[in-house]
């Protein structure tokens, strides 16, 4: 199970973090990541990292803003969002599995960017 949390209204420029809670014997060995759907599109990848952490993947559009992190301990993973632009408005869903392909999902966050 996915529990995100952290998503608000936050100024363009600004920054937000974004948080998940994975439940599950295999929550802390398993890769994660987040997708974002803005209303009228489609779900899109934003980034991805590794069940041990040593390695992350992003999306173009966010490259050298977003930062995902994951702390282990605590079976959470963390979307960090800086610089965010008006464009970055959607609903934010953690995920678990293969990066593109995740096996599981958790419910959305919103995060609306105002300019």
């Known amino acids: 199970q996915l529990q995100a949390s952290g998503g608000g209204l936050v100024q363009a420029g600004g920054s937000l973090r974004l948080s998940c809670a994975a439940s599950g014997r295999t929550a802390s060995s398993i890769g994660m990541g987040w997708f974002r759907q803005a209303p009228g599109r489609d779900r899109e990848f934003v980034g991805a990292i590794s069940w041990s952490g040593g390695s992350t993947t992003y999306a173009d559009s966010v490259k050298g803003r977003f930062t995902i992190s994951r702390d282990n301990a605590k079976n959470t993973v963390y979307l960090r969002m800086n610089s965010l632009k008006p464009e970055d408005t959607a609903v934010y869903y953690c995920?678990?599995?293969?990066?593109?392909?995740?096996?599981?999902w958790g419910q959305g966050t919103q995060v609306t960017v105002s300019s």
């Open positions: 995920v678990a599995g293969p990066s593109r392909i995740p096996d599981y």
